[in-house]
Each structure stands twice: as structure tokens, then as C-alpha cells.
């Protein structure tokens, strides 16, 4: 069964230095999400995109956080200075609405630490 | 702005319990709803609801949507200790392509 990649699966880092997650989607998925999910409460959107273009980065902290699919393949998101507050699970997930499915995949998630 | 509720927030059963989630939710132009099981990694997909009162099995879970109330539940019948794990809920509106999840229930099932 197809798989979304997730790297890496953990991540310690101290506050102020930079982290990058990387995500490769279901091979033919047009749309991508990278989502964040704290510990207890429910995934939260950051970023949406369709192919190569950012569709909703509206709760994107854009200060620190950084997103791209050059290629509309895989993808990165980056946070530069880290802080504690974003001591979390990322998940990535992918989904191809013109298959008519209206749900999506996720990855199995980066668990950053900020130390 | 959409929002979901989930009720309860945690619960605590007994293997061969019976138990019912909510999901409640707000959401302009309401496109589908999603239920998801989520251990200690990636939530897994478990149902997509679109329509009211059809009601969606997988073996021991079942869940319903009422659209004119706005809520879903999810059932699980006989529990099992593998039943432990968060459940979410998500909404979808025919704006974007993105789903609101609510905070999930915490299902523990003691032996």
C-alpha cells in the first residue's frame, strides 16, 4: 500500500537553532499538507499546497517557518529560530481530490523537541 | 470559522464495554466528515461520512451522521485493549480542500 515518507521520525534541537522536515507524498498527489498536532489537542493546518503552489498558509507562523515543493513532489518545512512553544508532532499528509477521495493519507510524523 | 467538538474528551472502559463518541461541528457549506484512529504515531483513516443516516461499519466500529443536527458518533461494541488510541474527528467544507480536527477523544480500555 502506498505510504507518505516522513524524515526524520525524531528530532531533538536546542531553542534558536533551525530544524527541516521532509515529506515525499503518495506518488501521483497533487495536494499536500504539513500539519501540527501538540500534544493532547487535534492536528492544526499550516500549509496546503496544490502542486507547487501554496494554497493556504494562513496559520503559518511565516516569522519562523518556512515551507516549499519546488517540484510539486516531495516537500520541506523548515523552522528557523526554533522555540520551545513548538515542541510538537509534524505530520504530513496527501491527498488526490480528482480521484474523487475526499479524505487523505498521513505520514507517520516528525516528534520535534526543543530543548 | 469551522470549528469541531468532540465529547468526551477521555474515557476509561472495560474490555467487552460499548462505547459512543461525539462529534459535533460547525462548518460553512459542509462537505464531509472524517473519523480517524490515532495510536502513537499518524492518525489511521477509519470512516468518511458524506450523507445523513447511512451508517458506515468496519467490523466492531460503526459511525452515523446527522446533517440536520450537525453531529456524528462513532461506535465501538465489545472493546478491546486495542481499541486504546486518540479518535479524531474532521470536518471538510467544499471551499477548500483541507479538513478541522477537533481535539480527539481518549479512549483507554483496561483487560
Redesign the interface.
Known sequence: EAEVAQSPRYKITEKSQAVAFWCDPISGHA?L?W?RQIL??????LV?F?DESV??DSQLPKDRFSAERLKGVDSTLKIQPAELGDSAMY?CAS?S?RQGN????????TRLTVV | EDK?VQSPLSLVVHEGDTVTLNCSYEVTNF??L?W?KQEK?????LF?L?SSGIEKKSGRLSSILDKKELFSILNITATQTGDSAVY?C?V?NNY?????????TRLSVLP
Open positions: 495536494t499538507y500539519y493532547g489537542q487535534g492536528p492544526e493546518l496546503q496544490q494554497v493556504d505530520l491527498s481530490f475526499y479524505g487523505y493519507t498521513f505520514g507517520s510524523g | 469541531v462537505r464531509s472524517l480517524y504515531k499518524a492518525p489511521t483513516f468518511m458524506t479524531l474532521a471538510g477548500g480542500q483541507n479538513f478541522v480536527f477537533g481535539p480527539g
